[in-house]
């Protein structure tokens, strides 16, 4: 019995093919290379058989037509291209672009353009990255009026380019202006504005998808499916590199590019030239250079690293890759505890996931302000059109504002946000405790205090589980689950289905100080502090981390998260650690608070800001105190330092068995805290490196700046034995 396959084609007694896809095991289309195969046979039966009039290519989906390729089979393309890459992924994107060039031709006559047999991509949904780009060989595109799909190549986002054609296709189609905000930022549109971009040329009712496509095959003439840039006389639209407008627009897009990307994400640059070099020759060779620039970002380790980062490691955790075995525990009421700016948030992403919320604060007041932060997201989503009056309803009916701790009575999970004090939060757990019902999980979000420690108020410790939200809790994609010593699988499961819930990436990691982000990110902000002491530019400190990739300078990242914070954390580590403890980047954050200059919330930081909060540039306050050096160091000697002082920390928290997964090393730190994203994350830069090289760096940084980059002994294991992380610790392999 042959096993079933993802395209067939039936054809009707009016002589129109209809082409499904429909992937097999999946709920949404997405294509593997066997598929390809399943796919160019078809079009060749379709355009050899005479009683085919026309083809209709649609989805077996309802309410999609594509995902895209799979990104598992594109991570592995490289290693199942043999013993020459570089060759073997050229030529199976080359036998991509044939199939649908195929398409696109259609059986016509090369010099008379006569005789091709229309092919229409009717697109019952969302239709993404190689699902949009199938559909651009077509000759028309309908779409279904589905106002929750979404059409477009967000390949950028993950580190690649369209590079099925996508990037040629449409920048001849609607010209490099109208092209570049779905290449370069990978922006999604719903069917109406995809009709109004220029990209699906008819959005039309879902019930009568099918049946106008194949109407259009049926009327369509010779002149209807020959593509402009097929035709004789074609013109770039807005016009080429060397055209007078055109050269202007490819000037501000590669300034654009350069300025949002910092030169770290090659596939932006590449996306650019393959643009630029095939708007100046014929659309086949065109083709060549697109599947030539797509092969060398393939080739460049930081697209498979972002690719395994930020889709096959994000969406195996956010599926629950490490989740222990326990029945379903979906939260169905939450309690939150302090309705300040971070419960509120809990609030609000909670009960956008449908889920019932109390929210306690210590007088109505207090209560109702944390609800008032749900209703300025929601006022807000209404203006731009995200969401509706009808929704907000149903969303604030979920949420109860209140003192009364009696209202906790049937939550099944308790989310702790008060005071960041051990006592504080203690006196909470034991009055909550005594309310609710035995088998609550309670939940303490804090990103600093020992798990261990708070957990010894708890009666029930096993159901005692750290949650650590990242704020704004609804715009950070991460959560970071920290068991305690005596945390139970239940309590894990809770807080892993709950995350899932509210539609965010959770990594779980063990007690310890500072846990895993803030044990990263910390060491971060105080090599920033160290140079402006030794007298390194400011500018150049934060330059260096942005053009390394990482979104905010130590210093504006200290600014972002309050001075205060940083003297109240240096404080109570410093209280901990005793002797042991570091203080050497103290000086600068206590002069500072000492300044009153607290950071934005007081709109005076190390930078200056204006009266509405913008920031101005950098406080020149700070050079009267901490003068500029006459000599700088050099552009990567900083850059060094800074990532360093994060990466090594990841590998001691790897060590320490604070984290278990590299997997959620990596998303952790991209998610949590940006780092460098282009990277794939700590281990994947490490890799990237190579182990050797790192520890050769590690140890000049070493006798030139101190003990705190001094080579972890993992990493020295690694470079004696020739290894990799991910070769060692990889899909999930757990570390000794």
């Known amino acids: 019995m042959t096993a079933p396959k993802d395209f067939t084609m039936t054809t009707g007694d009016d002589g129109v093919a209809i082409l499904t896809w429909d992937t097999q095991g999946k709920s949404m289309n997405v294509m593997t290379l066997d598929a390809w195969d399943e796919l160019d046979a078809l079009v060749d039966e379709a355009l050899a058989d005479d009683a085919i009039k026309g083809v209709v290519l649609t989805s077996g989906k309802p309410g999609s037509f594509a995902g895209g390729m799979d990104l598992n089979v594109i991570a592995k393309m490289k290693e199942m291209a043999g013993d020459d890459p570089a060759k073997g992924l050229f030529d199976g994107i080359m036998n991509a672009h044939r199939i649908m060039r195929k398409i696109e031709r259609a059986g016509m006559d090369p010099k008379t353009l006569k005789g091709g047999k229309p092919f229409v991509a009717a697109l ?219 419960g509120a948030g809990i609030a609000l992403v909670s009960a956008l996931a449908g889920i019932e919320v109390v929210l306690i604060d210590r007088d109505q007041e207090a209560a109702d302000k944390g609800k008032a932060y749900s209703v300025a997201h929601l006022d807000k989503g209404i203006a731009r059109k995200k969401t509706t009056p009808e929704k907000k309803e149903a969303v604030l009916g979920l949420i109860t504002a209140t003192p009364d701790l009696d209202a906790l009575k049937g939550c099944d999970l308790i989310v702790e946000a008060v005071f960041e004090d051990v006592g504080v939060k203690a006196e909470m757990t034991k009055k909550v405790e005594a309310i609710v019902g035995e088998d609550c999980i309670f939940a303490t979000n804090t990103s600093t205090l020992p798990i261990g420690e708070l957990a010894k108020a708890s009666v029930r410790p096993e159901q005692f589980i750290g949650i650590h939200f990242f704020s704004p809790v609804d715009k950070m994609l991460l959560v970071e689950i920290i068991k305690g010593a005596e945390t139970g699988d239940r309590a894990v499961a809770k807080s892993l289905d709950f995350v899932r819930q509210i539609r965010k990436t959770p990594i779980v990691v063990n007690d310890a100080r500072f846990f895993y982000a803030n044990r990263c990110i910390l060491p971060y902000i105080n090599e920033g502090l160290r140079m402006v002491k030794e007298g390194v530019a400011p500018a150049l400190i934060e330059n260096a981390a942005k053009l390394v990739g990482l979104p ?4 504006q990242l200290t600014d972002e998260t309050s001075i205060d914070l940083g003297v109240k954390i240096a404080k109570a580590t410093k209280a901990a650690m005793g002797d042991a403890y570091d203080d050497t980047a103290d000086e600068v954050i206590f002069w500072m608070a000492d300044q009153n200059r607290l950071g934005r919330k007081s709109n005076a ?85 190579g182990a050797a090289y790192a520890v050769e760096r590690c140890d000049e940084l070493t006798a030139e700046f101190g003990e705190r980059f001094s080579t972890p002994a993992l990493l020295r294991e690694m470079a004696d034995k020739g290894k990799t992380f991910y070769g060692v610790y990889g899909s999930g392999k757990k570390a000794a």
């Not at 905010?552 to 210093?555: A, E, V």
């Open 124 to 342: 019952p949904g969302t239709a993404l990255g190689i699902g949009l780009e199938i559909p651009l060989s077509c000759h028309r595109i309908f779409a279904a009026e589905n106002p929750k799909a979404k059409i477009g190549l967000p390949e950028i986002k993950v580190g690649i380019f369209p590079g099925a054609g996508g990037t040629t296709r449409l920048t001849r189609k609607l010209g490099l202006m109208g092209a570049s905000q779905l290449l370069l930022e990978g922006k999604l549109n719903d069917p109406v504005k995809a009709k109004a971009a220029g990209v699906v040329d008819e959005v039309v009712p879902a019930d009568e998808l099918v049946d106008r496509a194949r109407e259009w095959v049926l009327n369509a003439t010779d002149a209807d499916i020959v593509k402009p840039w097929d035709q004789k006389g074609y013109k770039f639209p807005g016009g080429g590199p060397y055209h007078p407008a055109g050269f202007m627009n490819f000037v501000g897009a590669s300034a654009m590019v350069n300025g949002q990307t910092q030169g770290v994400y090659p596939a932006a640059k590449a996306l650019l030239s393959a643009a630029y070099e095939g708007a100046m020759v014929p659309f086949d060779t065109a083709l060549k250079i697109e599947a030539r620039w797509f092969t060398n970002v393939l080739m460049n380790p930081s697209s498979s690293n972002m690719i395994r980062s930020l889709f096959v490691s994000k969406e195996a955790l956010e599926k629950g890759a490490n989740r222990p075995e326990a029945p379903d525990q979906r939260v169905k009421k939450v309690g939150v505890l302090g309705a300040g700016m971070m």
């Open 552 to 555: 905010l300078g130590p210093l």
């Open 605 to 689: 930081g190390f930078y200056s800001y204006d009266d509405k909060g913008k920031r101005t540039g950098l406080w020149d306050g700070l050079g009267d105190k901490y003068a500029v050096a006459d000599e700088q160091p050099d552009l990567t000697t900083v850059q060094h330092r800074l990532l360093f002082a994060q990466v090594l920390e990841a590998v001691r928290a790897l060590e320490d068995g604070v984290l278990t997964d590299i997997r959620e090393g990596d998303v952790g730190a991209i998610l949590g805290w940006g780092f460098a994203p282009w990277s794939g994350g700590p281990f994947s830069w490490l890799d990237m490196l």
